[in-house]
């Protein structure tokens, strides 16, 4: 079965980003997970993807915002946060895409592996979180305040951070569809609680995929322009 592609629909592919690529496995709990990791010339800082229900490190909104990341000088680590056998599970069940407890576990290890891997141990660390692994991202960030720089999250559910919400320190950035109202009224409350610095952006017209036109490419600009402020000058 062929892989998603990376290019957002009607987006020109740009040219080549100079960088070093590979696939990786990072050790978790009992088991180890799958990763893509992309680290440009110079970069500035790596971001850590946490994806969403049902999702995997192929999802092409993902693999799109990573693009834009990366070229903004952003290395990238995009994660399965099940192992296989997990994700044939879930496909039944349903249930360990809302195990934040795992998903954020999982994050750790990611934290863990980079700040150990030559390529990435140097760089400041930032997460980009969907869905529920919005969730997941912010409980990672509060669990270790010490090596998270910045979160965020596009039409995530950091709702289901819960009692982690006041503990999160990083810069967080929610970004949310304006006709994505249930999950819109989410981030409010979920923004209520946080305690630190927060910032909302409502994309007016999008749904919860932000499938409109050009509404994911202004995630990957709010994303980026972020992320680049959070993570510090280049390397």
Known sequence: MSRPTSIHPGERRAPE?????????????????????????????????????????????????????????????LLDLLTREEEAIDARTAHLRFDIELLAERLVSAIEWARRDPATRELRLGFFGASTGGGAALVAAALRPDAVAAVVSRGGRPDLAGNALPLVRAPTLLIVGGDDVPVLELHREAIARMQHEVHLEVIVGATHLFEEPGALEEVGRLAREFLVAKLGPPS
Not at 36 to 59: E, I, K, Q
């Open 17 to 77: 980003i100079v960088a070093e690529r590979r696939e990786v496995s990072i050790p978790v709990r009992g088991a180890h997970v799958e990763g893509d990791l992309v680290v440009p010339t110079g970069a500035r800082g790596l971001v850590v993807f946490a994806h969403g229900s049902g999702s995997s490190r192929y999802s092409p909104r993902n693999r799109y915002v990573a693009e834009v990341l990366q070229r903004g000088k952003l290395g990238t680590l």
